[in-house]
């Protein structure tokens, strides 16, 4: 439990956010797997049939991560942040934006595109400052080194560490995410009884359960109005009436 008493926003924060910073989503018919079939580059058994594709398809990911920016959602919060509120961010992308917008608290449940680790142990990680991931680059214990992605069919290591985060939270926010990826979708049952939760997506009346509220707005939008409201008002409590 953290010692810091003041109110705290935590965020969990899908493809919609980063989409609107130019990175493809997963689902979107133009989206990441419109060329490359899911199985060939997003499990174990592809890395372990094909791992050159894979690592062409990951180097690919990181050059659009790189030259890619921050947009006005991710700016809004960590202004929140810089401005005294307590934010924790959960996120299920595995891109550097939040970090580069200034947010200090950031914790990527499916990894980190800018880092490898081996391949025989998730604790040796590397950051990758510059170029890619090839055959024949070792971790330390002499094991090729991969992405530092979760692929579907492994565990998710932060899971536990997300569940805390969201069990202290006093209002929590979620944005641009479709709430059907498994585990983050349970997400929200971790948050204390009571606690507000909102949804800001374009399709939050189709996407968002029963009690959360609605912000059917891009996150570019829906985000910075909300933190406008909490800055002026100096307390995380949703304005009344609706924002979108």
Same mark, same amino acid.
Not at 154 to 172: K, Q, R, T
């Given at each position: ?18 989409? &609107?910073?130019?990175? *493809?989503? @997963? ?25 050159? +594709? ?5 180097? /690919?990911?990181?050059? *659009? ?5 921050? #947009?006005?959602?991710?700016?809004? $919060? ?14 299920? #992308? ?49 094991? *090729? ?22 069990? &202290?939270?006093?209002? $929590? ?11 983050? /979708? ?6 204390? @009884?009571?606690?507000?939760?909102? $949804? ?31 800055? &002026?008002?100096?307390? $995380?409590?949703?304005?009344?009436? +609706?924002?979108?």
């Amino acid at each position: 439990m953290s010692d810091d008493s003041r109110p705290h926003l935590v965020v969990l924060t899908g493809a919609g956010i980063s989409a &609107e910073s130019g990175i *493809q989503t @997963f689902r979107a018919a133009d989206g990441l797997w419109a060329d490359e079939p899911v199985e060939a580059v997003a499990t174990p058994e592809g890395w372990a049939r094909d791992p050159e +594709r894979v690592l062409r398809f990951y180097d /690919a990911r990181r050059d *659009q991560v790189r030259g890619a920016r921050p #947009n006005a959602a991710h700016r809004a $919060l960590a202004e929140l942040e810089a401005d005294g509120f307590r934010v924790s961010v959960v996120t299920q #992308n595995i891109d550097d934006l939040h970090e580069r917008a200034g947010s200090r608290s950031v914790l990527h449940l499916h990894g980190e595109i800018l880092m490898a680790r081996s391949s025989v142990d998730a604790k040796l990680r590397y950051p990758l400052s510059r170029g890619g991931i090839r055959l024949g680059d070792v971790c330390d214990k002499g094991a *090729q080194l991969r992405p530092d992605v979760v692929w579907f069919g492994e565990a998710v290591p932060a899971y536990p560490e997300a569940c805390d985060i969201v069990a &202290e939270a006093d209002l $929590l926010l979620v944005v641009g995410t479709s709430l059907a990826v498994m585990p983050a /979708a349970m997400l929200l049952d971790q948050a204390p @009884f009571g606690a507000p939760c909102a $949804l800001v997506d374009p399709e939050a009346h189709a996407l968002a359960p029963a009690g959360v509220a609605k912000i059917a707005r891009p996150a570019g939008e829906g985000v910075p109005a909300l933190v406008r409201h909490w800055r &002026e008002t100096r307390a $995380l409590s949703m304005p009344e009436g +609706r924002l979108d």
